[in-house]
């Protein structure tokens, strides 16, 4: 089966600093990959993905992944980060069946 | 892309009672699915919601608790059956194509408070 592991809980960063949300993937074959924000009491909003190409993607709000095929990973990025970036980040890969297998989610509080 | 209406967004239920969330797209899809999200957790699925058939469950998950239904490509019910304080949780409707280069979409979600 497919999977994304997102290792932090949390990640605090102070407004305007660059954001980084890790993401590392195991897949057999190509990989699909997702970002997902949830603001408190909404649903999920579709920021990126990467299904093949460049690897640096550039997706909603500013946000950019960029998928590294030798570490495994789909890092999200944001260059300077607002009070408003502050949500619960989902990093997910879609398996053969066309579900979504998600990570844990990470929370992301920007201080001002 | 799909805009998809799920409702109710919220609700305090009693305990033993029964629950049926609802999820209509403006679009017709190939493929609808349930999430469940408990406080503090990640994205779990219920099950695929098959047209005119028997939705696929996942493990953990059975009929008798959750029978959904989905009667045509757009429309699908997600039903929460004598509720306890641990189906609690957020419960969310998804679609997608069979196009795997495309994106899935998501409702607004259902808050269940079962108390």
């Known amino acids: 089966a497919q999977s994304v592991a997102q290792p932090e809980d949390q990640v605090n960063v102070a407004e305007g600093n660059p954001l980084t949300v890790k993401c590392t993937y195991s897949?057999?074959?190509?990989?699909?990959l997702f970002w997902y924000v949830q603001y408190p009491n909404r649903g999920l909003q579709f920021l990126l993905k990467?299904?093949?190409?460049?690897?640096l993607v550039k997706g909603s709000y500013g946000f950019e992944a960029e998928f590294n095929k030798s570490q495994t990973s789909f890092h999200l990025k944001k260059p300077s980060a607002l009070v408003s970036d502050s949500a619960l980040y989902f990093c997910?890969?879609?398996?053969?069946?066309?579900?979504?297998?998600f990570g844990k989610g990470n929370q992301v509080v920007v201080i001002p | 892309s799909a805009v998809i209406s799920q409702k109710p967004s919220r609700d305090i239920c009693q305990r033993g009672t029964s629950l049926t969330i609802q999820c209509q797209v403006d679009?017709?899809?190939?493929?609808m699915f349930w999430y469940r999200q408990q406080p503090g957790q990640s994205l779990t699925l219920i099950a695929t919601?098959?047209?005119?058939?028997?939705?696929?469950?996942e493990s953990g998950f059975v009929i008798d608790k959750f029978p959904i239904s989905r009667p045509n490509l757009t429309f699908s019910t997600l039903t929460v059956s004598n509720m306890s304080p641990e189906d609690s949780s957020i419960y969310l409707c998804?679609?997608?194509?069979?196009?795997?280069?495309?994106?899935?979409?998501f409702g607004q979600g259902t808050r269940l408070t079962v108390v």
């Open positions: 997910a890969v879609r398996e053969l069946d066309n579900r979504l297998a």
């Open positions: 919601a098959n047209q005119g058939s028997e939705a696929t469950y």
């Open positions: 679009s017709q899809v190939t493929m």
């Open positions: 990467y299904i093949t190409g460049d690897n």
């Open positions: 897949v057999s074959g190509n990989p699909y």
């Open positions: 998804s679609v997608v194509s069979r196009d795997r280069l495309t994106e899935a979409f």
